[in-house]
Structure formats: C-alpha cells, structure tokens
C-alpha cells in the first residue's frame, strides 16, 4: 500500500517541501505524489531524484498528474 | 515535441536560456535601454505605470514593451505545451500587497534582482548590497517556509480568468501602437512618455518586443527564477535554477565587455545610489515578499502568461505599489533615497513579518 500526498493547487516550494519531508519519514517504498502544474511535476520528480527516489510513474489524470515515486 | 520539453528542464536547458538573457539584456542597453537595465521587471513595471498616469514622476514614463512581450511569450508557450492552466484563489488580496512591497523594497534599491545581476554585469558595486539584501530577505522567507507558512490551494477555474492579463497586455501593446511617442511631447493620445532621465531612453518598439517575446517563452520553458534560485540552494541545496542565474550574470559581463558597457566602481553609476545599507534594506523587503509569494517578479509574469490568476494579481499589486512609490515620496533616485523610503522600508518590513507569522495553517 503506497502513501499519498496531495499537493495539487499549492504554490513553489510547497509540493517540494512536503514531497522531502514525507520521502524522508519513509526512507523506501512507494509514495504517490499528485500535482497540478508541470513545474511542480519536474520540481518534485527532480527533488525526489535528490533522495535516490525514482519517478515510476507519471501518469496525466485531467489537468493534474499522478506521481508514482519508488526507492527499494 | 518532447525532446524539447525535456532539454529546456535539462540543467544545459536553463544555463543556456540564462545566457541568452544576459546576451539580450546587455544588447538592450546597446540598442537604447538605459544603463544596466537592458530588463529590470521592477523599473519596466513602475515605467509601466507612468505611461498610464498612474504616478507623474516624468522621468520614468514609457510603456515597456518588454513587460508585454514576458506575459504573451509565456502564454504562447504554455498554450504550445499543453501548459496553460486557468488557476486562482489562492489569497489574492495577499499576493496583491506582497506586489506592492516588492515593488516598494525593489525601488528603494533600484531595481528588481534581474536588474541586480545587471547592474553587477555592468560593474555597479552597490548591486552587491542588494543582493546581499535579496540573499537576506529570501533567507526569511524559507524560515518561514519551515515553519509551516503558506498561503493555500488555487484551484483550478474558468479559462477566462487566465486569459485576463494576457489580455491586459494586449490592449496596452493597442494603446502603444495607437499612441507612438512624438518628438519633443510628453504626452501621445493618453499616453505619457519621458522627455528626459530614464524613461526617454529605449531601444525600438519591434526589439524590445521581440526580445520580450523570446525571452516569455524561453523562461516559461525553462521556469527561470531569480528569487527560486536562491531559495532551491538556502532550502534544498540545489543548484538547478542557481546554475541559470550564474549563467545570466556571466553572459551579461561578457557582453558587457565587448560592447565596452563595463564600468566598474560605486559612484556614478546609471540609475543608482550609494547608500549602501537602504540598497540592502530595500532588497530584504523585496526578497522577503518574493519568497512569501513564490516568485520573482519576472516569474510571476511567466506564471500569469500560464493562466495563474493569483500571479496576475501580483504583477498588478507592482504597478499599483510602483505608483504609491513615486506618489508618496518612497522611491530613491541617484541622489538617495526618497524622503519616505526609510519609513516604507520599515513599515513594508513589518508587513511582511505579519503576514509570515500569522499565515501558517499546516495544509490538511
């Protein structure tokens, strides 16, 4: 079961801040991160990259994207 | 289509776009800007303002095409990626004073920190104090940003609300060409243009549009941020927008170089004062209000162009700011600074630490 954090309408640095703080609480697994601008995409998938946390998945669901970050 | 996207997120991507910045800014000035402002978001902007009445200090009146060119460049951008988002909500009325600080900090300086990196190219030292100043105020923001500042969701909306500002510019790109400057006249239709002092002083409607254009579309691209660089590096050391801005400032110098427009030293610089400690207060408070708002002030008319309503509200909390400047008596000049600049200095402060403090709410 993969955790979720929504950070869909928040504003630079927010999606990124939250995206590290929770990678951090976790150190491996999956977390799924959703977005809604495409600077927060490549904000978070780079940032998540950081921490050795590969994006799996980034799938468009609307105007928004669904970020399926991995680290084993 | 793709590949494209993918090199302009690429580090190369964005050392690239800042030296075609720094390249084009220098030209700028050789083409008829004034002296290290080939583009300065704050100055345009409060220029901007003149040109529509807004304030009557005569010598910065004139309607800056660049500033158009930054908002549709970026919307033609976002449109061509598949990257316009109507989206607003976000406290607005919050981001409208954050604009107006910014403005009211950056005019005590003299300039927005694009302006800082070129004044700096052009060897004005006084642009170190600044930046210290936008490192300060930037520095607040992320001990804030720990502590769980943040101004809330947008969501998304109306296509229309997005298109608003875009077509802003569009109606005053209407009003520049209806209303060309004339020769030795201080007004064109409704226009107001600058006789003397920096605002008589640009290149050719075509380049600075232009150049605007190309410059809104490359930084919307590659989500070129002055304010972003400085915060990535304080709160996640990272170097991605950092690397850019570097590239900015060194292409600007090199230019600057070659087109023999370096000058080093402190004192009579273009558009500029040596009272070192306000060039560092004025850019706190600029820097402070960046940070709280998530941009600076170049990104936020990338972020407008993108359909961001609440950075549309921004832009227009500068020009009104950049008025009440120039009204009130709070922008510096060459001499120094404006008989009410330390007052706003102080008070913009104040404000800035009210609303970091009491907009915390942890997001559920």
Redesign the interface.
């Known amino acids: 079961m993969s955790e979720l954090l929504d950070a869909r309408g928040l504003s630079c640095p927010q999606p990124v801040l939250l995206t590290l703080e929770k990678l951090r609480s976790l150190s491996q697994g999956e977390l799924v991160v959703l977005v809604d601008t495409d600077t927060s995409r490549e904000n978070v998938i780079r940032a998540a990259a950081s921490l050795g946390w590969q994006a799996k998945e980034v799938q468009a669901e609307g105007t928004d994207y669904r970020l399926t970050l991995k680290k084993a | 289509m793709s590949a494209i996207r993918d090199f302009f ?1 690429s580090r190369l991507g964005i050392i690239s776009v800042g030296c075609f910045i720094g390249v084009f800014a220098a030209l700028l000035q050789k083409w008829g800007n004034p002296g290290n402002m080939g583009i300065c978001v704050a100055c345009m902007e409060r220029d901007i303002a003149g040109a529509i009445g807004l304030h009557r200090a005569v010598v910065v009146q004139y309607l800056r095409p660049e500033i158009l060119g930054f908002v549709l460049g970026a919307m033609v951008s976002a449109l061509a ?1 598949r ?1 316009f ?1 109507p ?1 607003a909500g ?1 406290a607005p009325i919050v981001r409208f004073v954050l604009g107006m600080l910014a403005m009211i900090g950056a005019l005590v300086f003299l300039g927005c920190p694009w302006r800082a990196l070129l004044r700096l190219a052009g060897g004005d030292g006084n642009a170190i104090l600044g930046l210290a100043g936008l490192v300060g105020g930037i520095w607040l923001g992320t001990l804030f ?1 720990k502590n769980g500042y ?2 809330g ?4 909306t109306y296509a229309s609300v997005g298109w608003l500002l875009p077509l802003m510019m569009l109606g005053l790109l209407t009003l520049r060409l209806m209303f060309p400057p004339l020769p030795d006249k201080d007004l064109s239709g409704i226009l107001f243009y600058s006789l003397k002092g920096p605002g008589s002083q640009y290149a050719p409607l075509a380049v600075s549009l232009g150049v605007g254009l190309a410059v809104g579309f490359l930084a919307q691209r590659t ?1 070129f ?1 002055t304010m ?1 660089a400085i ?2 590096l304080i ?2 050391r ?1 170097l ?1 927008l950092l690397s850019g801005v570097l590239a900015l400032l060194a292409a600007a110098f090199i230019t600057n170089v070659i087109l023999n427009q370096f000058n080093p030293g402190f004192t009579g610089q273009p558009v500029a004062h040596t009272m070192w400690f306000w060039n560092f207060a004025g850019m706190v408070v600029a820097g402070l209000a960046f940070a709280l ?3 600076c002030p170049g990104r936020q008319l990338f972020m407008a162009g ?1 359909g961001d309503g ?1 950075a549309a509200v921004f832009v227009l909390g500068m020009i009104v700011g950049a008025a009440v400047s120039h009204n009130f008596g709070l922008a510096s000049s060459p001499a120094g600074v404006g008989p009410y600049g330390i007052h706003a200095v102080i008070i913009s402060l104040a404000v800035l630490l009210f609303i970091g403090f009491t907009m915390r709410q942890k ?1 559920s």
């Not at chain 2, 969701?153 to 998304?156: A, C, K, L, P, T």
């Open positions: 997120a990626f990257e988002r989206r976000s940003f943040n101004l969701r947008n969501q998304h989500r941020c972003g915060r990535d709160l996640f990272q991605h708002a998530g941009g993108e609440d997001i």
